[in-house]
Antibody, heavy 123, light 107 residues
């Protein structure tokens, strides 16, 4: 079964750091652009960052630019999000999500999601 | 980056057709995508490329586009369709944007 499993969430103080991981299985991870999407409690979805298959193209939401770093290890089928200078407004469930590809064409949509990992920033 | 605007809520009786709109200036140039999210669950992609259904999504779920507005339609609404629905697009710089979400209530 195609699967994404996030880990690394937890409680951290404002200004602190956290590194999220996402383990991919049962698909060719190195082929796909991968994304991080977050959802604050009771709020909507917010895209955080994307990384292309070979890490050549990386994009960030303005809200995290300069504080978060996305990376991947295709040899380990793993996606990462290094989060520094965390703020209370970064509190959210963080989802790892795979780009949607069909019939040899890929779209900036997400068709496989993990269950999410919760990040709480509080003193 | 640009914005996508959705109505906060839509209500419909069972068996009727629910229509959820999403507006954005870039939509004539960029495809729209739709997700369904039920409480405590991850989102599920239900429409891509404005009107295409991923495998496993029923035919009663459809998408359309007209100018700066895209619409998700669900015909023969059932209780199980009650969920939050999000539109999403991406601009030419690689930035992804989600709409604010619409809560679909089945009366």
């Amino acid at each position: 079964e195609v699967q994404l499993v996030e880990s690394g969430g937890g409680l951290v103080k404002p200004g602190g750091s956290l590194r999220l991981s996402c383990a991919a299985s049962e698909f060719t991870f190195s082929y796909y652009t991968m994304n991080w999407v977050r959802q604050a409690p009771g709020k909507g979805l917010e895209w955080v960052s994307s990384i292309s298959s070979s890490s050549s193209f990386i994009y960030y939401a303005d809200s995290v630019k300069g504080r978060f770093t996305i990376s991947r290890d295709n040899g380990k089928n793993a996606l990462y999000l290094q989060m520094n200078s965390l703020r209370a407004e970064d509190t959210a469930v963080y989802y790892c999500a795979r780009e949607h590809c069909t019939n040899g064409v890929c779209y900036p949509a997400m068709d496989v999601w993990g269950k999410g990992t919760t990040v709480t920033v509080s003193s | 980056s640009y914005e996508l605007t959705q109505p906060p809520s839509v209500s419909v009786s069972p068996g009727q057709t629910a229509r959820i709109t999403c507006s954005g200036d870039a939509l004539p140039k960029q495809y729209a995508y739709w997700y369904q999210q039920k409480p405590g669950q991850a989102p599920v992609l239900v429409i891509y490329k404005d009107s295409e259904r991923p495998s496993g999504i029923p035919e009663r779920v459809s998408g359309s586009s007209s100018g700066t507005t895209v619409t998700l339609s669900i015909s023969g609404v059932q209780a199980e369709d009650e969920a939050d629905y999000y539109c999403q697009s991406a601009d030419s710089s690689g930035t992804v944007v989600f709409g604010g979400g619409t809560k679909l209530t089945v009366l």
